[in-house]
């Protein structure tokens, strides 16, 4: 079971620090991702990585300004987010495969239930 938590209302520029919780399972041997949805859009990748940190994926449009991280020992994905845009307002999912690092979510296997974020012009 995976619970995502840190979503909330920021203004353009500033930074959240969303987490992912694991649960019921260790998923230190999976590969960890971000995936956000915007209201009336298709869920869209965000980042990834792999179970050993030593892997990392972004999309275009957070690099730069995004960092996923994880800790394998506590059983926790993170995504630090900084220079926020209103077009990053979403609900973010975090997900697990047992796949290597890949953007295409239907690769993913276990889900969060999201958290949202909002982001002020």
């Known amino acids: 079971q995976l619970q995502a938590s840190g979503g909330g209302l920021v203004q353009t520029g500033g930074s959240l620090r969303l987490s992912c919780a694991a649960s019921?399972?260790?998923?230190?041997?999976?590969?960890m991702a971000w995936f956000r949805q915007a209201p009336g859009k298709e869920r869209d990748f965000v980042a990834a990585?792999?179970?050993?940190?030593?892997?990392?994926l972004n999309a275009d449009s957070v690099k730069g300004r995004f960092t996923v991280s994880r800790d394998n020992a506590k059983n926790v994905l993170y995504l630090q987010m900084n220079s926020l845009k209103p077009e990053d307002t979403a609900v973010y999912y975090c997900?697990?495969?047992?796949?290597?690092?890949?953007?295409?979510?239907?690769?993913?296997?276990?889900w969060g239930q999201g958290t949202q974020v909002t982001v002020s012009s």
């Open positions: 997900a697990a495969s047992i796949a290597p690092v890949l953007s295409t979510d239907s690769t993913y296997d276990y």
């Open positions: 019921g399972r260790t998923f230190s041997r999976y590969t």
């Open positions: 990585i792999s179970w050993s940190g030593s892997t990392t």
